[in-house]
C-alpha cells in the first residue's frame, strides 16, 4: 500500500472515528429537548457524555489537523469552499462546549435555561451540517482548475446534500438514544429505548434512501459492502434495541455509523475532492498528498499515539461505566 | 461584495482578533494546570486540608477558563484553511505536521484526562486523580510547543526545501523544525509568561480576599471559623503565586532577552521595527519614547539611552545595529519591490514591544515586593509574624510595618497585577506578528499571497463580525462567572472524598445487568 493510501485510510478511519464518537454526543443533544421531560432528566442525559464530550471533540481536532498535514489540499480547498458551513459549526461546537461547562454555575432559571437551547440547538446543527458536507464531499462540487472551490452556498445546498444531512442527524439521534438506553436508569432508560426504536426507523428509511443514492452515484464493489454493512447493522441495532440487548444495539448503531462513513470514503477514493465542474480537476490522493518524507514521520507518530489515545479513551470509559439515573444527580446550588 | 481593502486585511483583523483572544485563555490555562496539580500533590502528600480546599478552589477558576481556551482553539486550526488557503497549500507540508503532533500527542491528552480530573473525585483514588491533573500540565506544555514550532518556522523557516514543481516547502527535517533555537527560545519566553500570568491571576484573587478579610478586622469585625479558613488556603496561594511570578517572570526577562537576540539576527527588520532605529548606528541607543515618521524615515520626537540596543543586540555597547532603512533597502533590492514594502508598522511594533516589557516586568516587580514583604519567618521580629489563619502583615524590615496608606495601595495593586500579564501577553504577539510583515512566511511567503482566493470580503466580513460578536459575549459571560467564583472564595466545609474507592471491585453486577446494589444510588459528587 503506498504511504498515501495509508493516510487517506487513516483520515477516514479519524473521521468516522470521531463521527462514531460525537455521533451519540450530538444525539444525546438533540435528546435532551424531545426525550428529557424536565430539568433533572436533562441533566440526567448531559452527564453520560460529560466526561467524555471534549475527548471526543478531539477526534475533530486530530482529523482537520491530519487532513491538514496529509493533504495540504484536500484541507485548503475544503475549508475555504465550505466557508460558511463551517463557520456554523465553529459557533456550534464553542457554544456548545461552553454550555456544557457554564449551564450548571448559576442557579437562575434563565441561565440554565439558555444554555440548554444551546444545547439543543449546537448539537442538532453540526449533526446535520456534518452529513451535509460528506455529502457534498462524495458527489463533487464546482472545483476550478487552481483547485479552489468556485461555487456558490447554494450549490453546497442541493437535495442530495439536504438529504445526508438530515441522514446524519436522524442517525446520530438514533444513535445517541441507543447511547441513551445504555448509560441511564430507571424510567428514562425505558423511554430511551422507545424512542430508540422509532428514530431507527427513521434513519432505517434515509440510509436507504441517501446510501442507496450515494451508491448509485459515485459507488462502487467495495462500498456496496458497506451499504450492506450499514443496513443490517442499523436492522440488528433495531432488533437487539426492541429486545432490550443495550449493548448489542450500542454496538449496532455504531457499526452502522462506521459503515456509512466507509461507504462515502469508498466511494470517494481515489478522489479526495471530485470537481463536478471537470473531473480533470478532481484532487486525488496522490497529488494532495504531502511529501513522503512527512507523511512517513506522521506515520511514526500516528503509529505510536494512536494505541495510546485508544486505551485511555477506552479506560475512561470504564471509569465512568456506571449508568446514572435521576437519584444520582445532585440538587442543583 | 467588495470593499476598497486589500484582500488580506479582514482576514488579518479576523486572525488577530480570534488569536489575540484565544491567547488570552491559553497561558492561564497552561499555568493555572500546573499550579493546581501542585496544590493537589500537597494535599495527597500532606493531607492538609487547606491544600484540597485551594486545590478545588483555582481548579474551579481553571475549569471556567479552559473551557473558553478548548472552544476558541478550534477555530484557530479551522482558520488556516478557511481563511488562508493558499498559506495552507503552500506550507501544509511542513506546518500541517506540528499542528497534527499537537492534536495526536497533547490534545487527546488534555481533554480526555480533564473529563477524568472533573468528574473522577469520588471515583478514582487520590493519587490516580492527582495523577491525571499532572497528565493535562503535560498536556498544555506538549501542545504549546508543537504550536510554537510551528509558528517558530513562519519566524524562521528551516528544514525545508522549495519543490521545484509545484513552488510549495517540503519537509526535509523535523527534527530541524523542532529543535531550532527560534523555536527553543519561543518555547521557554512563552511559558515563562504563561506561568508569570497564572501566577498574577492568583497573586491578584488572593489579594483581594485577603485586603478583604484585613479590612474587616480594620472596621472592627469579628472573623468567622469559616473566613479563617479562607484565609489560610488564600495565604497559601499568595505565597505560592509570588513564588511563581518571580520565578517566571525572572525566567520571562532572561528568555526575552536570548529571544530578541536571535531576532535581531533572523529578523532585523522587527527588532529595527520595535526601536524604531531608521538609520544602522553603531553604537546604537535604546529608545524610552519615540514618535516617528513613515513617510520621511526617521522619528521626530525621541528619548534614547545610549549604546544599550547595541547590547541587547550583541551583548558590547559599541557594535552596528542595522536600522529600518537600510534593511527595507536589502530586502527589497533581494525579494523585489520598493523599500517601504518591507516596513511593518513601526507604530505598532515600537509601542507592542514597550507595552510587553513594562506590563510583564510590573507584575514581576509586583512579586518581587510581594514575596518580600508577605514573608512568614525570615528577618522578621517575633512580634510581627502573623500564624496560618491570618492575614500577613506587609513587613518592610525586621520591625518596620508598611503604613497604613502604603499597605492599603499594595493589596490594591497586588489586585491590579493580575490583568498586566495578560496586556503583555497580547502587545507580545501583536509585535512579533506585525512586526514579521508583509511576510507571513518570512522571506518565502508574503501575506497578500497568503489568503483564500475563493472566500469573499463578504463572508470573511460576516466571519469576522459573528467571530467578535460571540467572543464579544462570551467575555462578558465568563468574566461575570470568574468575579463571582473568585469573590466566593474556597468553600472550605467542603470534605474531602472520604475513602479510596474500590476501583476494580464495582459495587455492583456487571454494566446493564440491572443488579446494582443500593449504595449505588448516592449522588455523583460532580454533575454538570
Not at chain 2, 104 to 132: Q, V
Request: glycine letters at 10%; a positive charge.
Amino acid at each position: 500500500m503506498h504511504l498515501h493510501d495509508f493516510w487517506f485510510l487513516l483520515i477516514a478511519v479519524l473521521w468516522t472515528g470521531y463521527f462514531f464518537l460525537e455521533g451519540f454526543d450530538f444525539g444525546i443533544g438533540v435528546l435532551t429537548k424531545t426525550l428529557a421531560r424536565d430539568r433533572t432528566e436533562r441533566r440526567v442525559l448531559i452527564n453520560t457524555i460529560g466526561p467524555v464530550w471534549d475527548g471526543n471533540e478531539v477526534w475533530l481536532i486530530t482529523a482537520a489537523g491530519a487532513t491538514f498535514a496529509a493533504f495540504p489540499d484536500w484541507y485548503a480547498t475544503l475549508f475555504s469552499g465550505f466557508y460558511l458551513p463551517f463557520l456554523l459549526i465553529l459557533v456550534c461546537l464553542i457554544v456548545r462546549g461552553v454550555a456544557f461547562e457554564y449551564r450548571h454555575k448559576r442557579p437562575e432559571e434563565r441561565w440554565q435555561r439558555n444554555w440548554e437551547h444551546a444545547i439543543f440547538w449546537c448539537s442538532l446543527l453540526p449533526a446535520f451540517l456534518w452529513g451535509a458536507a460528506f455529502a457534498n464531499i462524495v458527489r463533487g462540487v464546482p472545483i476550478g482548475p487552481d483547485k479552489n472551490f468556485t461555487g456558490s452556498l447554494a450549490d453546497l445546498l442541493s437535495p442530495y446534500a439536504l438529504l445526508g444531512g438530515l441522514f446524519t442527524l436522524v442517525l446520530f439521534t438514533f444513535h445517541g438514544a441507543v447511547f441513551a438506553a445504555l448509560k441511564t436508569a430507571g424510567d428514562i432508560r425505558h423511554r430511551a429505548r422507545a424512542h430508540a426504536g422509532r428514530y431507527g426507523l427513521g434513519a432505517a428509511a434515509l440510509a436507504v434512501a441517501f446510501l442507496g443514492w450515494t451508491q448509485a452515484d459515485s459507488g462502487n464493489g467495495r462500498s456496496l459492502a458497506a451499504l450492506i454493512v450499514a443496513l443490517a447493522g442499523l436492522a440488528g441495532a433495531l432488533v437487539m434495541n426492541r429486545l432490550g440487548r443495550e449493548g448489542w444495539a450500542f454496538t449496532l448503531s455504531g457499526l452502522t455509523v462506521v459503515a456509512a462513513f466507509a461507504l462515502v470514503f469508498l466511494a470517494l477514493f481515489p478522489d479526495v475532492m471530485p470537481s463536478s465542474t471537470n473531473p480533470e480537476w478532481s484532487l486525488t490522493v496522490t497529488d494532495a498528498a504531502s511529501s513522503p518524507y512527512t507523511l512517513g514521520i506522521m506515520t511514526w507518530v500516528a503509529g505510536f499515539a494512536t494505541p495510546l489515545i485508544l486505551a485511555y479513551q477506552a479506560w475512561t470509559y470504564w471509569v465512568f461505566r456506571k449508568r446514572i439515573g435521576t437519584q444520582h444527580i445532585p440538587a442543583a446550588h | 461584495m467588495n470593499l476598497a481593502l486589500a484582500p488580506e486585511t479582514l482576514a488579518r483583523w479576523q486572525f488577530g482578533i480570534t488569536t489575540v483572544y484565544h491567547f488570552l485563555f491559553v497561558p492561564l490555562t497552561i499555568s493555572l494546570a500546573a499550579i493546581t496539580a501542585g496544590l493537589e500533590t500537597a494535599w495527597v502528600r500532606t493531607g492538609k486540608e487547606k491544600y484540597f480546599h485551594a486545590t478545588k478552589f483555582w481548579g474551579k477558576l481553571f475549569l471556567i477558563n479552559i473551557a473558553m481556551g478548548v472552544v476558541t482553539g478550534i477555530v484557530q486550526e479551522f482558520q488556516f484553511g478557511m481563511n488562508w488557503s493558499d498559506y495552507s497549500r503552500f506550507v501544509g507540508d511542513v506546518f500541517g505536521a506540528p499542528l497534527a503532533m499537537e492534536a495526536l500527542l497533547a490534545f487527546f491528552f488534555e481533554s480526555t484526562f480533564i473529563g477524568l480530573w472533573i468528574f473522577g473525585w469520588d471515583k478514582l483514588p487520590k493519587k490516580i486523580h492527582c495523577a491525571c491533573i499532572w497528565i493535562v500540565a503535560v498536556g498544555t506544555l506538549l501542545s504549546s510547543y508543537f504550536i510554537l514550532a510551528a509558528n517558530s518556522w513562519m519566524q524562521h523557516p528551516t528544514g525545508y526545501s522549495i519543490d521545484k514543481n509545484t513552488g510549495r516547502a517540503h519537509l526535509t527535517d523535523i527534527w530541524a523544525v523542532l529543535t531550532q533555537n527560534t523555536t527553543l527560545v519561543v518555547v521557554f519566553h512563552t511559558l515563562t509568561a504563561a506561568f508569570l500570568t497564572g501566577a498574577a491571576f492568583i497573586v491578584g484573587i488572593a489579594s483581594f480576599h485577603l485586603w478583604r478579610a484585613k479590612r474587616k478586622q480594620i472596621n472592627g469585625e469579628e472573623l468567622g471559623e469559616k473566613q479563617r479558613h479562607q484565609i489560610g488556603a488564600m495565604r497559601t496561594s499568595l505565597r505560592v503565586g509570588l513564588v511563581v511570578a518571580v520565578i517566571a517572570g525572572l525566567g520571562t526577562a532572561i528568555s526575552g532577552d536570548s529571544l530578541g537576540k536571535v531576532m535581531f539576527e533572523q529578523q532585523p527588520m522587527k527588532m529595527a521595527a520595535a526601536e524604531a532605529l531608521w538609520d544602522t548606528q553603531a553604537p546604537a541607543p535604546f529608545s524610552v519614547f519615540a514618535v516617528g515618521d513613515v513617510t520621511k524615515g526617521h522619528n521626530s520626537v525621541e528619548i534614547e539611552v545610549p549604546g544599550v540596543l547595541s547590547f541587547l543586540a550583541h551583548s558590547n555597547f559599541s557594535e552596528a545595529v542595522p536600522g529600518i532603512n537600510d534593511v527595507a533597502a536589502q530586502e527589497a533590492a533581494r525579494y523585489g519591490g520598493k523599500p517601504d514594502d518591507y516596513i511593518p508598522s513601526i507604530f505598532m511594533t515600537f509601542w507592542g514591544f514597550r507595552l510587553m516589557i513594562g506590563f510583564g516586568m510590573t507584575s514581576f516587580v509586583a512579586g518581587l515586593i510581594g514575596l518580600w514583604t508577605t514573608r512568614k519567618k525570615l528577618w522578621l521580629a517575633p512580634a510581627f509574624r502573623t500564624g496560618e489563619n491570618e492575614v500577613p502583615r506587609l513587613m518592610l524590615t525586621k520591625t518596620r510595618e508598611m503604613s497604613p496608606f502604603l499597605t492599603k495601595w499594595s493589596w490594591r495593586v497586588g489586585v491590579l497585577t493580575m490583568g498586566f500579564p495578560l496586556i503583555a501577553n497580547s502587545f507580545g504577539w501583536i509585535f512579533t506578528e506585525m512586526g514579521r510583515q508583509p511576510w507571513a512566511v518570512y522571506g518565502l511567503m508574503k501575506t497578500a499571497k497568503a489568503v483564500s482566493p475563493g472566500v469573499s470580503q463578504g463572508e470573511v466580513l460576516t466571519s469576522m463580525a459573528v467571530f467578535t460578536l460571540l467572543y464579544g459575549v462570551l467575555a462578558v459571560v465568563e468574566v461575570k462567572l470568574l468575579v463571582k467564583y473568585a469573590k466566593a472564595g474556597p468553600d472550605t466545609d467542603e470534605k474531602p472524598p472520604a475513602e479510596d474507592p474500590r476501583l476494580r471491585l464495582p459495587s455492583g453486577g456487571a454494566p446493564g445487568s440491572g443488579t446494582e446494589r443500593e449504595d449505588a444510588d448516592k449522588p455523583m459528587t460532580f454533575a454538570y
